[in-house]
């Protein structure tokens, strides 16, 4: 069975912090993907990045910056120099080698304060 | 840039209504999805479709849940007979095989 926790319920920063979010994940299966989708209020799931098990490679995609490993079974997030329009629900998910199917952690609520 | 669409944005019911839920997925896309969340809980799988039929459900996929692609460009999602437990918002979601999902932005449903 795949699971994934976000073991941080809500983080709450001031507007510049950086802010890392923790992903820890169980599966089986020795091919995986990860993925990170951000929910702003207004409800919408938006796409951020998605990771395959062969990859452990971090990436860096502006302010944001995701680290892999493998070996602790984490996928990280940080938001870096934070903004308030960071301020959204994250939502790590997995997914399986040969169907599409995610499987979602609990959610973070990061609240960006000005 | 592409996107998946979903109408109605919100639809309110009476418990005991049918209801469906209408998505236009990508047009290149292959596998189509539905996943819900009921309000402030996780996200969860309901069904993935691929090929004219499903390829997975949930448990919570019940007999009252179906889907159907009737024509090239939608994908819907009937529930024959609403629960007040359905209340939740509804998303699709696309991808082609490289299992990069992209979602809608949702469709709320209120059972009352």
């Known amino acids: 069975a795949q699971k994934v926790t976000q073991a941080q319920t809500e983080i709450s920063v001031v507007e510049k912090e950086d802010v890392t979010l923790d992903c820890v994940y169980e599966t089986r299966d020795t091919t995986y993907y990860l993925f990170w989708y951000k929910q702003p209020p207004s409800g919408e799931l938006v796409f951020l990045i998605r990771r395959n098990s062969f990859d452990e490679q971090n990436e860096i995609s502006g302010r944001y910056s995701w680290n892999f490993q493998k070996s602790t079974s984490s996928f990280n997030f940080t938001i870096t120099a934070s903004q308030v329009v960071d301020s959204a629900v994250y939502f790590c998910a997995l997914g399986g080698p040969n169907d599409y199917k995610l499987s979602f952690g609990a959610g973070t609520t990061v609240t960006v304060r000005a | 840039e592409p996107e998946v669409t979903q109408t109605p944005s919100h639809q309110v019911t009476q418990m005991g209504q049918e209801v469906i839920l209408r998505c236009v997925p990508i047009?290149?896309?292959?596998?189509f999805y539905w996943y819900r969340q009921i309000l402030g809980q996780k996200v969860e799988f309901l069904v993935s479709?691929?090929?004219?039929?499903?390829?997975?459900k949930s448990e919570i996929f019940d007999d009252q849940f179906s889907v159907e692609r009737p024509d090239g460009s939608n994908f819907t999602l009937k529930i024959r007979s609403t629960k007040l437990e359905d209340s939740a918002m509804y998303f699709c979601?696309?991808?082609?095989?490289?299992?990069?999902?992209?979602f809608g932005e949702g469709s709320r449903l209120t059972v009352l």
């Open positions: 479709f691929y090929n004219n039929e499903i390829s997975e």
């Open positions: 979601a696309s991808s082609t095989n490289n299992g990069e999902l992209f």
């Open positions: 047009s290149n896309h292959l596998y």
